[in-house]
């Protein structure tokens, strides 16, 4: 598919559509639709937002290509004066008082959020399934998870409800949801887009990223939100990607996890119809080597792992006191335990539960730090191997998606299905799902600052396979 | 108070307990043998430089932002944050 937004921005300049006929369908779209990717509708501030557009338009005043664009934003990002919930109870009447910094540069760019949507529970989840707000169901069959956490987000985009939507990756968040709905999805490199004003999961991997029905609205979006920022010290600074130099192919040599295909837990069909994609790869004069790399079992504990101790600090700030939906108790420690208690989810406990028991004394040496020094040989690994290949290619999942309600019925399993995602989080790579190649798409994945290659390579695939 | 802390209690979180499903990943951690014992993070240094820190300058919140952040208050009174009287331990 082409670009939306410019075919979008077309129609408005040449005044064949209203902007606020425009989001205004996309509100009815959004409120009527029967997939649980709701959680607030931003109906007031978008309209507003639309009639300034419209009366640009027809003073005859130029538009820039993101302005009166309808999307979407995963409900845990800050945009001012909106509910910010995260899906959970804890944050049900929370009210952003400032916008995160992604978001800002999109309503700088004329880009209207109508919608904030639904996930799992602080990003706890690879199935959107932890939500008060009820489970996401799949854009393709509706009796099949969306996938998560940022499950919302890319049912929205599937289902034409949003043009693009802005979701969060910190394990494979925004991947594994777009392969699972069929569109395109990008975790960038780790500190190209500032996570201010995101609610920090796991702070080391957490990245702010965009989904979308084609590569050229990846690369618009990815351009705007990119940047370093002061509010986030470890955003970088990055080079924006322009639309021609994506457009040639120039990639020699590519690369796939061998045991990732010869692994057991890989459903059959995802392992023909990846191998298929890799011979016609292979066909058009791409050189592909399989590489060695660490066990899926090591990859998924070495990321919870870390993961957990992070959110388990991340979380300790909502106790209820300056915000949230206190429950009162008879001492201050009580209010605080009754508080957390009653109002996180069983997932979001586990997690917490996991991470405080990596960080006590006793426990950090042997797992913790362990932990940590397996994330530096894993991106280690990665060094060598982009020294070999310009590209590394991989599933998104084992299998296809699961159907709503068997996720929760057993953890560790959804935490394996993360197996093919998480390594290239602990390594900070830039990675983006393509809707081809497998049920759940294809992964790409580069060096680091290495967006520009996956965006041409996509590019390819799309002609390719 | 005893210097063991159990896991509800650094949780603040009511009667919680290790899960199976959690301590199957743990378990692969302690069995994993790494090639070497380097938990310095040396490969995705992330810290900002110290001659690239940010101006320390204070800066005012706008009206609405402290507006929304009094609004976010669990309970308050004549517009202040109540919070418990009293901090036993």
Redesign the interface.
């Known amino acids: 598919m082409d670009s939306q937004i410019k075919h979008i921005h077309q129609q408005l300049v040449d005044q064949q559509i209203t902007c606020t006929a425009l989001v205004q369908e996309k509100l009815n779209l959004l409120q009527e639709n029967t997939h649980n990717t709701v959680n607030s509708l931003l109906d007031k501030t978008a309209l507003a937002l639309a009639v300034k557009v419209d009366t640009k338009i027809k003073n005859g005043e130029k538009i820039g290509l993101l302005e009166g664009i309808p999307f979407g934003v995963k409900d845990v990002y800050m945009l001012q004066g909106t509910n910010t919930t995260a899906s959970s109870n804890l944050l049900k009447n929370y009210k952003s008082p400032f916008t995160a910094t992604a978001i800002q540069k999109l309503l700088d760019a004329g880009a209207i959020p109508i919608v904030k949507e639904n996930c799992d529970s602080f990003g706890h989840g690879s199935s959107s399934e932890n939500t008060i707000f009820g489970a996401v169901k799949n854009a393709l069959n509706p009796a099949l998870v969306a996938g998560g956490s940022s499950g919302g987000s890319a049912v929205n985009v599937a289902k034409n409800f949003t043009i693009f939507s802005i979701g969060g990756d910190t394990g494979g968040s925004i991947r594994q949801p777009a392969g699972y709905n069929k569109i395109y999805g990008l975790k960038p490199t780790y500190g190209r887009i500032s996570r201010y004003g995101l609610m920090a999961y796991a702070s080391s991997t957490d990245c702010v990223g965009p989904l979308a029905k084609s590569i050229e609205d990846i690369r618009i979006i990815l351009n705007v939100m990119s940047g370093k920022d002061a509010k986030d010290q470890t955003s970088i600074t990055s080079k924006e990607i322009d639309e021609k130099a994506i457009s040639n192919n120039t990639v020699k040599t590519i690369g796939y996890f061998k045991n990732f295909i010869e692994s057991d837990a890989i459903d059959a069909d995802v392992k023909a119809d990846f191998l298929t994609s890799i011979e016609k790869i292979k066909a058009t004069g791409i050189k592909v080597k399989a590489l060695d790399f660490f066990k899926s079992d090591i990859l998924v504990s070495t990321y919870y792992t870390l993961a957990m101790a992070e959110t388990a600090s991340n979380l300790s700030r909502l106790d209820g006191t300056n915000y949230g939906n206190r429950i009162e108790a008879e001492n201050l420690i009580e209010t605080y335990a009754v508080t957390r208690s009653e109002n996180f989810s069983e997932e979001t406990k586990r997690r917490i539960v996991g991470g405080n028991q990596v960080l006590s004394q006793g426990f950090s040496d042997e797992i913790y730090l362990k932990g940590l020094a397996l994330r530096d040989q894993i991106s280690t690994n990665f060094d060598k191997d982009f020294k070999e290949v310009d590209i590394i290619l991989s599933p998104v999942t084992p299998s296809a998606p699961p159907k709503i309600g068997e996720s929760l019925k057993d953890p560790h399993a959804m935490y394996l299905s993360d197996a093919y995602t998480v390594g290239f989080s602990l390594a900070q790579l830039p990675t983006l799902t393509i809707p081809q190649g497998t049920v759940t798409g294809l992964q790409i994945t580069a060096a680091k600052n290495n967006e520009e290659i996956i965006l041409k390579f996509a590019n390819f695939l799309k002609e390719t396979i | 108070m005893s210097k063991i802390?159990t896991?509800?209690i650094?949780?603040?979180?009511?009667?919680?307990?290790?899960?199976?499903?959690?301590n199957?990943?743990?378990d692969?951690?302690?069995n994993?043998q790494?090639?070497?014992?380097?938990?310095?993070?040396?490969?995705?240094y992330?810290c900002?430089s110290v001659n690239n820190?940010?101006?320390d300058v204070v800066i005012e919140?706008s009206a609405?932002?402290?507006q929304?952040?009094i609004?976010?208050?669990?309970?308050k009174k004549n517009g202040y944050?109540v919070?418990?009287k009293?901090?036993?331990?």
Do not use: C, H, W, Y
Not at chain 2, 10 to 22: H, M, R, T
Not at chain 2, 34 to 44: A, E, K
């Open positions: 802390m896991v509800d650094l949780s603040s979180i009511k009667g919680a307990q290790p899960s199976e499903a959690v199957k990943l743990f692969v951690i302690k994993a790494p090639t070497n014992n380097n938990s310095l993070n040396n490969v995705n992330n900002v820190l940010r101006e919140s609405i932002e402290k929304l952040i609004e976010n208050f669990p309970k944050l919070v418990a009293v901090i036993e331990d």
